[in-house]
């Protein structure tokens, strides 16, 4: 038994489902779930319903979640043509921005020149634009970026063009980060037949030659995020299944796992997981707040019960090497062998996110 002490370690990108869709998920499901898997930060994304597109909608899901998490949760807020600016005046409150640029699940979509541009010129930061955004759209989000001198997140980057993409504009000098995922880590198309529609998501799974390029550039992968999106079953064996998988409880053991195999070191672990997201997002980190895990512990993913309300993973079958054992928040010990010790609430919300906002200007 190899125990090693992990400092907080963060997921940039998170779907909590509340409000709105709180039978897929609500932030006391989705944060126990965090902590189960190792994260004591999460950031929640704004394709809820309503969506994160106003500072009433932002102030209204913080103060949920307030009273309900048991991590720590910042939040994205949502470009939208609909809500008007109202995602403007949001920024000082949140992680960053999120564009939907490609295809997704939700309403959120911000796909014409003319409205990427006004978000581009508009958003007054801290926090960087993220954006879905594949092939020619991720091509236009870099351009834009370096036009109106913005800072560019690429959330989920699955093909291999994408992330050489993204590997040209860093050596370049443009201020661009990324994210990858375990399911485009350790998945590809050739799993689609034996999981059907459970592994339907946005992006699509690469080919195995796509994953081989990500692995490839690792150097280049500024953060490992799970995009946990969870769906019921029930809705994923449906007739139009939603696209999306969960992730929050599997993402560390696939990681441990890969570097017992050597496919990568712990210490490149924590540096995707704890001091890049730290620094790209501006995430205040709690004291006295670390994750220990037992590097030798055997288990097939999917035995265990899964803490996510959607109660089923892409994952499941995997063998993996590599376990959460305890997990202390702000010096609390909030999970411990399975069982999760924090209260409701224990959770903070980041970035003052609960206070008044002002109202939104031009
Ligand atoms: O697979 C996905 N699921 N991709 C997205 O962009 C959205 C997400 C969701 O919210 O379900
Ligand atoms: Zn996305
Ligand atoms: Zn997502």
């Known amino acids: 038994m190899t125990r090693i002490r992990l400092p907080v370690l963060i ?56 009273m309900k ?4 949760v910042g939040f994205f807020v949502g470009a939208s043509t609909e809500a008007g600016n109202g995602y403007i005046a949001c920024a000082p409150h949140t992680a960053g921005l999120k564009v939907y640029v490609n295809e997704t699940f939700g309403p959120l979509r911000i796909e014409s020149l003319r409205a990427l541009m006004h978000v581009f010129g508009k958003w007054p930061g801290p926090g960087p634009i993220a954006v879905h955004a594949e092939g020619v759209a991720l091509a236009a989000c870099l351009a834009l970026a370096q036009l109106y001198d913005q800072r560019l997140h690429v959330c989920h980057v699955a093909r291999a063009a994408d992330i050489q993409l993204i590997a040209r504009a860093k050596a370049r000098g443009a201020r661009v980060t990324c994210e990858v995922t375990p399911h485009h880590l350790f998945l590809t198309q050739e ?43 029930e809705e994923k064996r449906s007739a139009s299944p939603p696209p999306g998988v969960p992730g929050l409880e599997t993402m560390l053991p696939l990681l441990l796992t890969a570097a017992r195999e050597g496919r990568l070191t712990i210490d490149q672990i924590v540096e995707r997981l704890h001091h890049n997201p730290a620094r790209i997002f501006g995430i ?48 609390r010990i909030v999970f411990q062998d399975g069982e999760i010790l924090a209260q409701p609430g224990t959770g903070r919300v980041l970035f003052n996110a609960t206070e008044e906002t002002a109202s939104p200007r031009g």
């Open 284 to 331: 205040p980190l709690p004291p006295e707040t670390w994750t220990e895990v037992d590097l030798d512990a055997r288990y097939t993913i999917g035995d265990d019960p899964l803490r996510t309300r959607c109660g089923w993973t892409p994952f499941a079958g995997m063998p993996v090497t590599g376990r959460v054992t305890q997990v202390s928040l702000r010096g």
């Open 11 to 66: 997921d940039v990108h998170v779907h909590l489902r509340e409000p709105g869709l709180t039978h897929k998920e609500d932030f006391l499901s989705g944060t126990q779930a965090a902590l189960a898997g190792g994260l004591t930060i999460v950031l929640d994304m704004p394709n809820t319903s309503p969506p994160t597109t106003t500072p009433e909608a932002l102030q209204a899901k913080a103060r949920l979640a307030d």
């Open 69 to 72: 998490a048991v991590s720590d």
């Open 191 to 233: 799993d689609l037949p034996r999981l059907g529609s459970l592994g339907e998501m946005r992006p699509r799974l690469g080919t195995p030659a796509d994953r081989d390029v990500l692995w490839q550039h690792l150097d280049i992968i500024d953060c490992f995020a799970t995009d946990h999106a969870p769906h019921t079953m």
